[in-house]
């Protein structure tokens, strides 16, 4: 069965950190484009960072370049995403996202993050 399961998400104080992570099941994950997406109340769901299936090759959303850092790791079957320096614009749910050209698009359920100021 397909899935793509997120963790690490949570309430962390504005500066603060944390890390996403998320595993898949049921696909070669491997030959994928994994990417994180979130969508905050109100607002529609925005690409955050994307890795290509090697892990040569990164892409941010200048809302976060210098603080998000993504990484995959294929022998886990499971991408993550590095979260620094954390403002409250940063509170949505994070998304894992999986494609392949000619291939099915997978979601995960997403995880909640929270930033207090």
């Known amino acids: 069965q397909v899935q793509l399961v997120e963790s690490g998400g949570g309430l962390v104080q504005s500066g603060g950190s944390l890390k996403l992570s998320c595993v898949a099941y049921g696909f070669i994950f491997s030959d994928r484009v994994m990417s994180w997406y979130r969508q905050a109340p109100g607002e529609e769901r925005e690409l955050v960072a994307s890795?290509?299936?090697?892990?040569?090759?990164?892409n941010y959303a200048d809302s976060v370049k210098g603080r998000f850092t993504i990484s995959r790791d294929n022998a886990k079957n499971t991408v993550y995403l590095q979260m620094n320096s954390l403002k409250p614009e940063d509170t949505a749910v994070y998304y894992c996202?999986?494609?392949?050209?000619?291939?099915?698009?997978?979601w995960g359920q997403g995880t909640q993050v929270t930033v207090s100021s």
């Open positions: 996202k999986s494609n392949r050209i000619g291939r099915p698009v997978y």
């Open positions: 890795i290509t299936p090697s892990g040569a090759t990164t």
